[in-house]
Each structure stands twice: as C-alpha cells, then as structure tokens.
C-alpha cells in the first residue's frame, strides 16, 4: 500500500518496511492467520471438530487468492472478508467448510488481523525511538558543552549549550518509548464479538474462544470492542505526538543551520537547480512536513471514533485510510530524523558570549 499518491513521492517520505506491513498480500496473510486462529481455538472448545480445523490451518497456508474476485467483492459489500470466507471455503472443502468463519463476522477477522500487524508495527517504533535516543544521547556526549545562543520568541534570549537543546529533543523522545511501553498491552488485543459484538453464536464459548484465539495469535484477551475505537484513537494520538516531537527537531535544525546562524552543521544537504552553491536541509524541513501531516490527519482519524449503534461501515472504513498513512509517516519521520542527527554537529554561536 502507498500512503501517498505518488511513487516518486514514496522515496521522499514513505517507508519500505512499514508499507510492506500495509500490503495487500501481508493483510490477506495476517486475515487468514486469525481464520486458523480462530478454527483452532474453536476446536479447543468443542465447536468444531479436531480435523476440521486442521484442515482449515492447511488451506489457510497454502491459500491462493482470486485477487480479482477479492476486489469485486470488497467493491460490492464494503469488506473483502465475506468474498474471502467463500474462497477459503472452497478451498477447505467438503466436510468442513461450514466451520470456517463459525460464529464470527467481517469486523473480527479484520480488527484482528489489523492488530497483528500492528504489533510489528510497534516493534519497528519502539526500535526506531531507542536507536534515535542514543543518537542524541551520544551527540550530546560530544557536542553537549559548545556554547549556544537560546532564542524566544524567534529572537536571541541568552546563552545556554548545546546539551540544553537536545535534552528538548530527547526528553519527549523518552517519554514516547515509556508511552508505547504503557500503550502496547491495551492495542494489542483480539477483538472477537460474533455479529453484534455479543459473542452469543459461540454457544457460551465465546470468551474460552478469543482467550484461545489471543494466546495462538500472541495477543492480549479483550471483551469484544467492535465499536469502542478508542484504542485505535489513543494510537493514533501517540503517531502524531511523536511525528510532532520529530517535528520540533527539524524545525529547530532548519533554524539553527541557516548561513546567518550556522549553530549546526550538516554533513550533506538538498541541492538547488537555480543555486549550485546551496546546501538545503532537506530531512529537517521533511521532519515537519510530517508532523504537521499526521497532526492534520489525526483530527480525521478521531472523526472515526463515533460509531453508530453496534457497527459503523463509514467509520470503520475511515479508519482503514487513514491508520496505515499515519503510521508510515511516523515511521518515515524516525528514520529521517535518525539520519539527520548521525550527520550532525554543533558549532559555537557567534552570540554565545554577548
């Protein structure tokens, strides 16, 4: 999946790793992961039996979709799961295809399969945000005492150090691993809620059921929160804290590297076609370019916070184009602003002194 409209714009701002996370073919792959997930708990519970749901795990890993017929689908019923189910079905077979997707709805295997991926979303963060804190934490080993000129107000205040401005950019960046630490737990969990988020098709096995499910999947148990999209907010909130906090970052290496301050020094930057003798600070300008996308985008996110009654199709689909943007421009944001501080130095200000 591209998060923004162009390929070429994709080498500018996008993420490789992320996006490959958002695929069609890692979507399909993590969607029937919870159909086995979800046969092999019902097994466990005597909904179904013992081989059917290995006969469901075995056409889960060796399935291969009729990508056209998913499309369609997805374009007829608003949700690719029900045109899925019915070729996973196929493919399971006579006698057991009636226990694929027993007692589930589209909103399960979907929310499930979201969260899964999620997961190695929030690894490859968390990985991002402890390689940048080191970088900083090494810059200010080195840098730390060359003497700076503090500006409010966009104007000179007094003298200060290097160090003291990047414990400003450090000291967010380290509340935001303690948040991700605190958020994890409460995102990763199964949604599991039958068609009205009752759990009630399940015969009274319902919660035995996604218990199972969260433990084969290596997620958390959760009653069902089909319509409680708060922990999708509450992520959501934490992509546009962070790309915010990078957001400072860039913003202040732009500042701070103009010729007339020269307070940081870049060891490349972007050309110019009219202006050969330019050096332009292309990863700080993009570090803001990208906080102040996903600060826009979270506003449209939190639109999909309300719900109506037990399932909402617009807000559920909100949320399916917007996430995957805001994620991979956090992503694109730690990688850059990790560039952009391993090639960066301080320099003494000319006004330090005064």
């Known amino acids: 999946m591209q ?29 029937l992961e919870v159909e086995a997930a979800l046969a092999r708990a019902q097994a466990q519970v005597g909904l179904i039996d013992e081989e059917a749901a290995q006969r469901i795990t075995e056409a889960s890993h060796s399935f291969r979709p009729d990508w056209p017929k998913l ?9 690719v799961v029900p045109e899925l189910v ?37 690894e490859i963060l968390g990985n991002r945000i402890t390689e940048l804190v080191s970088a900083l934490r090494n810059l200010r080993a080195r840098d730390g005492a060359v003497k700076l000129m503090a500006h409010t107000r966009m104007q000179r205040a007094l003298p200060f150090t290097a160090g003291h401005k990047i414990n400003t950019w450090l000291q967010p960046l380290e509340r935001h691993a303690e948040s991700l630490d605190n958020l994890a737990p409460r995102l990763l969990v199964v949604q599991l809620g039958g068609p009205i988020g009752t759990r009630g098709e399940m015969k009274d096995h319902g919660d035995a059921v996604a218990d199972a499910m969260a433990e084969t999947l290596g997620l958390g148990y959760a009653p069902s929160w089909h319509s409680q999209r708060d922990r999708i907010g509450e992520f959501a909130a934490f992509l546009s804290l962070l790309s915010g906090t990078l957001g400072k970052i860039g913003q202040d290496v732009a500042l701070m590297v103009q ?38 985008l979270l506003g449209t996110l939190h639109q999909a916070l309300v719900h109506e009654n037990e399932r909402s199709g617009a807000a559920w689909a909100l949320e399916w184009i917007v996430l995957p943007q805001m994620v991979m421009a956090t992503a694109a944001g730690l990688n850059k602003a990790q560039a952009l501080v391993s090639t960066m130095s301080f320099s003494p200000s000319a006004n330090a002194e005064h």
């Open 3 to 31: 998060a923004f409209p162009f390929s070429l714009l994709q080498t500018l701002v996008g993420d490789e790793a992320v996006g490959a996370i958002f695929s069609n073919e890692a979507e399909l792959s993590a969607m």
């Open 71 to 79: 499309a369609e689908g997805l374009a007829q019923d608003g949700v």
């Open 86 to 122: 019915k070729q996973l079905r196929a493919a399971v077979g006579e006698p057991h295809a009636k226990a694929v997707h027993l007692g589930a709805t589209s909103q399960d295997i979907i929310d499930t399969a979201l969260i899964v991926r999620l997961k190695s979303i929030i």
């Open 259 to 296: 010729n007339e301050v020269g307070e940081v020094r870049l060891a490349s930057g972007g050309g110019s076609s009219a202006m050969p003798h330019k050096s332009n600070p292309v990863q700080a300008e993009l570090l803001v370019t990208l906080a102040r996308y996903n600060a826009g």
